[in-house]
């Protein structure tokens, strides 16, 4: 009888144990929730070039360049970020800089198919020198002489522009459309109006596989741009611009073919061009390696000339990178 009894509390000790186990055991199991998705992000990378060209005039004296850039993100919802950022580039302009420093802030709103940019960016050009002479007379603050073909140049080139960027994905990953405005009250801190408006097309083609070394999938796209410069009138400015100078407006446009690989890189190859004179050339640049043009002694510059340039980029965000 004892042994009965023992048995039936046994197995009622047993069910009860095995039906508390079934309780716990999705609270056991269960996933622990994920982690909250921080709004902010970081982006960051450079580029390496055969020629610094900013909207059709070389930067580098048609030389090799190297950029680098950080940008932090602030993502209020998903249709609005926030960010603020630097940009540095190795150049060789005629006031001898130690690099062009750029320093820009603004707003990214998406509204539907359309992404919009609005921004400020300030362009300093670190340890600038003037050079400029009235004959035999020192011009206040600048370095004596000017240069030997007679250029002249300011002392100081910092300037600001506004900006507005809108680009529309008729199909997505496939056909992209920009457009793009900028404005500054003083170009290269002339004193003459800056307003650049361009428009952008890209097309993407389907990716391929290549299977050298690290590199396997390679996508690939081509881009274009077409652009037009408004330039307004400089300040009197003694011994550069005396008297004011009208600065010519010129269009400018460049196209390419560009590969991207291993979800980082960019290999760009792109042709540059704009309908500017090559006095016109010198005017906007005051290049010290201009040189003058026989039987019409005006100086002429190469640095607005057709260019064709390569380009090795790398773009990352620290997201992509956890």
């Given at each position: 009888?004892?042994?009965?009894?023992?048995s039936?509390?046994?197995?009622?000790?047993?069910?009860?144990?095995?039906?508390?186990?079934?309780?716990?055991k999705?609270?056991?199991?269960a996933?622990?929730?994920?982690?909250?998705?921080?709004?902010?992000?970081?982006?960051?990378?450079?580029?390496?070039?055969?020629?610094?060209?900013?909207?059709?005039?070389?930067?580098?004296?048609?030389?090799?360049s190297?950029?680098?850039?950080?940008?932090?993100?602030y993502?209020?919802?998903?249709?609005?970020?926030?960010?603020?950022?630097?940009?540095y580039?190795?150049?060789?302009?005629?006031?001898n800089?130690s690099c062009?420093c750029?320093f820009?802030a603004?707003?990214?709103?998406?509204?539907?198919?359309?992404?919009?940019?609005?921004?400020?960016?300030?362009?300093?050009?670190?340890?600038?020198?003037?050079?400029?002479?009235?004959?035999?007379?020192?011009?206040?603050?600048?370095i004596f002489p000017?240069?030997?073909n007679?250029?002249?140049?300011?002392?100081?080139t910092?300037?600001?522009?506004?900006y507005?960027?809108?680009?529309?994905e008729?199909?997505k990953?496939?056909?992209?459309?920009?457009?793009?405005?900028?404005?500054?009250?003083?170009?290269?801190?002339?004193?003459?109006?800056g307003?650049?408006a361009?428009?952008?097309?890209?097309?993407?083609g389907?990716?391929?596989?290549l299977?050298?070394?690290l590199?396997?999938?390679?996508?690939?796209?081509?881009?274009?741009?077409?652009?037009?410069?408004?330039?307004?009138?400089t300040?009197?400015?003694?011994?550069?611009?005396?008297?004011?100078?009208?600065?010519?407006?010129?269009?400018?446009?460049?196209?390419?073919?560009?590969?991207?690989?291993?979800k980082v890189?960019?290999?760009?190859l792109?042709?540059?061009?704009?309908?500017?004179?090559?006095?016109?050339?010198?005017?906007?640049?005051?290049d010290?390696?201009?040189?003058?043009?026989?039987g019409?002694?005006?100086?002429?510059?190469?640095?607005?000339?057709?260019?064709?340039i390569?380009?090795?980029?790398?773009?990352?965000?620290?997201?992509s990178?956890?």
């Amino acid at each position: 009888m004892k042994k009965i009894i023992f048995s039936v509390v046994a197995a009622a000790m047993l069910s009860a144990t095995s039906a508390l186990a079934a309780d716990l055991k999705p609270i056991l199991k269960a996933p622990p929730p994920p982690p909250p998705t921080s709004p902010w992000d970081i982006a960051f990378g450079g580029a390496l070039m055969s020629d610094y060209n900013f909207r059709g005039i070389s930067q580098s004296q048609r030389g090799p360049s190297t950029t680098a850039y950080f940008e932090t993100r602030y993502n209020v919802n998903p249709n609005l970020q926030l960010y603020a950022g630097s940009q540095y580039w190795a150049v060789d302009l005629p006031t001898n800089p130690s690099c062009e420093c750029d320093f820009y802030a603004g707003f990214r709103p998406t509204l539907g198919p359309l992404a919009l940019d609005f921004g400020f960016i300030y362009y300093y050009y670190a340890k600038e020198v003037g050079y400029a002479s009235n004959g035999a007379a020192i011009a206040p603050g600048y370095i004596f002489p000017a240069f030997p073909n007679g250029n002249s140049t300011l002392k100081q080139t910092d300037y600001w522009e506004v900006y507005g960027k809108a680009g529309w994905e008729p199909i997505k990953d496939r056909l992209a459309f920009g457009a793009n405005v900028y404005y500054s009250p003083s170009w290269l801190n002339t004193g003459a109006s800056g307003l650049y408006a361009s428009g952008t097309v890209k097309v993407t083609g389907p990716s391929f596989k290549l299977g050298v070394g690290l590199i396997d999938e390679v996508g690939w796209y081509v881009s274009g741009e077409f652009g037009h410069y408004w330039l307004g009138t400089t300040d009197l400015v003694p011994f550069v611009f005396a008297p004011a100078i009208n600065l010519p407006d010129y269009n400018f446009w460049n196209v390419g073919l560009a590969f991207t690989f291993m979800k980082v890189f960019t290999l760009d190859l792109r042709y540059y061009d704009t309908d500017l004179s090559k006095n016109q050339c010198n005017t906007l640049t005051g290049d010290p390696r201009a040189v003058v043009a026989a039987g019409t002694g005006l100086l002429q510059s190469k640095l607005c000339n057709q260019a064709f340039i390569a380009s090795l980029k790398a773009d990352l965000t620290w997201g992509s990178l956890k």
